[in-house]
């Protein structure tokens, strides 16, 4: 099967959920729509939803939760159906 990897738009820092208190968007082995959010990055206090990009399955994450991230760089690793 392809693999798509999801790429961060901006450099930043990356959260799999959108507070601490919540669950996080998406989990390793779950499937996504093309549009699903999969994580956000911060940048400055503004915060950017990044989507899947590709209906699939969640394979892995690249980067660990409040890591930070640059411009263009894989974050997640869906398998596309």
Known sequence: MA???VL???PGVFYRRAD????PFVSEGQSVGTDDTV???EVMKSFHQV?????GTVVEF???????VEAGQAVAVIEVE
Request: glycine content about 12%.
């Open 8 to 10: 961060s738009p901006i």
């Open 51 to 55: 989507p899947a990009g590709a209906a």
């Open 39 to 41: 994580c956000l990055v």
């Open 20 to 23: 601490p208190g919540s669950d």
């Open 3 to 5: 693999r798509h990897e």
């Open 62 to 68: 690249l980067i660990e939760d409040e890591g930070v």
